[in-house]
């Protein structure tokens, strides 16, 4: 058994892509069957694969029917983390996709799932990506202050959401933790950040994130080894759609 992640799938088979990166992007053309083979290739029915958020454009999900379908019938156990774009999954009605999707898909939402003896917890997590102006030198030359008083508290939301996850996971007996956010764990202006210090706090030894799109945004976040912890970018551009191991 292997345990594999990626994020930012975007499928959107019933809904209308508006995404200049993706309509345009070379590395996007048929990228759902790209994905498709890579998989048929790696992950196996006794596998368990992560998608770290972002699934579908639907804006419901009706729109969604055809994307989680696709998802449904990829090879080995899926487990879902929430993504920026994924309007379809209204925090209180985890429970009833759970029920709706069982038992190809889970939907993890202030709680957690297990791989071996292993815990998964998850957030979809915020970042202040701006708006702040950055000059040709790396120089900060503005700033919305209302933009980052409204990302803190959005910060703090996710960070209650993610601490309940890992105590709910600890409470249960778990001592090995592996972290899944969409967004990124720090800032491109971030050395460390509550999400970095939270990994520590309960000693999870990886944290898997995505969201970040294009070569100009690969390096936004912590890649590698990081104060003890493996940092992993599983965005599927970045990928290049073949999903990442994590664990053997």
């Known amino acids: 058994m292997s345990l594999y992640a990626i994020g930012d799938l975007h499928l959107h088979y019933q809904s209308v892509l508006k995404a200049p990166g993706q309509l345009h992007g070379r590395v996007w053309k048929n990228h759902e069957e790209k994905f498709r083979k890579n998989c048929a290739k790696t992950v196996t029915p006794e596998d368990t694969l992560v998608l770290v958020g972002d699934h579908s454009w639907g804006k419901n999900l009706l ?28 925090v209180k009605k985890t429970g009833m996709l759970n029920e709706m999707y069982k038992p190809e898909l889970t939907f993890v939402q202030d709680s957690y799932d297990s791989y071996q003896d292993y815990a998964i917890v998850a957030t979809k997590g915020f970042t202040f990506e701006g708006p702040f102006y950055i000059d040709r030198r790396g120089r900060i030359v503005g700033w919305d202050e209302e933009e980052e008083e409204h990302a803190r508290k959005l910060v703090a939301r996710e960070l209650v959401r993610l601490r309940k996850s890992f105590d709910l996971a600890k409470d249960a007996g778990y001592r090995k933790f592996i972290m899944f956010l969409h967004y990124p764990p720090t800032s491109i202006l971030e050395e460390r950040s509550g999400f970095t210090d939270m990994a520590e706090e309960y000693g999870a030894e990886q944290v898997i994130y995505a969201h970040s799109h294009g070569e100009s945004r690969f390096h936004d976040s912590i890649h590698g080894k990081y104060r003890g912890r493996e940092y992993h970018l599983v965005s599927g551009d970045y990928l290049r759609w073949k999903p990442l191991k994590i664990l053997e």
């Open 63 to 90: 729109e969604c029917e055809r994307d989680l379908q696709y998802i449904r019938d990829l090879p080995g156990r899926k487990i879902l983390t929430r993504g920026n774009h994924d309007m379809f999954w209204d």
